[in-house]
Antibody
Framework: EVQLVQSGAEVKKPGESLKISCKGSGFTFDNYWIGWVRQMPGKGLEWMANIYVGDSDTRYSPSFRGQVTISADRSIATAYLQWSSLKASDTAIYYC??????????WGQGTLVTVSS | QSVLTQPPSVSGAPGQRVTISCTGSSSNIGAGYEVHWYQQLPGTAPKLLIYSNNNRPSGVPDRFSGSKSGTSASLAITGLRAEDEADYYCQSYDSTLSGSRVFGGGTKLTVL
């Protein structure tokens, strides 16, 4: 069974750094693109970035380039999304997805990130 | 402002048919890129509902169907049921945005 299991909710202060994770199982993690999607409170879905785990090729939405960093560790089938300096406007649910040209076919359960002073 | 445009809300009575439109442009849907649809039930992660314009993943009822023409796509739901009440999002690819996937703003379906 394909699963993407994300790390737990985080509460951070503005200016702090953060790295959230997404562990894949039930498929060959190396052979897929893994992406991240943001959903701000009460708002729609926004595609942020993806990474081809096999060679760490990355692509970013222009809206998120320079704001976050996507990475992956093949050895533990885990993808990451990180911030160096959080802002209140980063408060959102972040979903990891298995990202294919035929759609985002599997989704993690979501990680709620709250940034508040 | 989303790259793909959806109506904010649609509604229908149980048993009825509803459609949700998704309008793009010549750099995304009109360029031939495929459209996918997602269903997000309240408080849950989205789920792939229709892929590659008109294909249903295993387990999705045939009450759900997708179509695409020109710069637009549509999701149709027939035999509306209370459990279909959810947010629906279309998604495609845009050639002007550095290889980005793009979403519609989402449509809230209310079953009356």
């Amino acid at each position: 069974e394909v699963q993407l299991v994300q790390s737990g909710a985080e509460v951070k202060k503005p200016g702090e750094s953060l790295k959230i994770s997404c562990k894949g199982s039930g498929f060959t993690f190396d052979n897929y693109w893994i992406g991240w999607v943001r959903q701000m409170p009460g708002k729609g879905l926004e595609w942020m970035a993806n990474i081809y785990v096999g060679d760490s090729d990355t692509r970013y939405s222009p809206s998120f380039r320079g704001q976050v960093t996507i990475s992956a560790d093949r050895s533990i089938a885990t993808a990451y999304l990180q911030w160096s300096s959080l802002k209140a406007s980063d408060t959102a649910i972040y979903y990891c997805v298995r990202d294919r040209t035929s759609g985002l076919d599997y989704w993690g359960q979501g990680t709620l990130v709250t940034v508040s002073s | 402002q989303s790259v793909l445009t959806q109506p904010p809300s649609v509604s229908g009575a149980p048993g009825q048919r509803v459609t949700i439109s998704c309008t793009g442009s010549s750099s995304n849907i009109g360029a031939g890129y495929e459209v996918h649809w997602y269903q997000q039930l309240p408080g849950t992660a989205p789920k792939l509902l229709i892929y590659s314009n008109n294909n249903r993943p295993s387990g999705v009822p045939d009450r759900f169907s997708g179509s695409k023409s020109g710069t637009s796509a549509s999701l149709a739901i027939t035999g509306l049921r209370a459990e279909d009440e959810a947010d629906y999002y279309c998604q495609s690819y845009d050639s002007t945005l550095s290889g980005s996937r793009v979403f519609g703003g989402g449509t809230k379906l209310t079953v009356l």
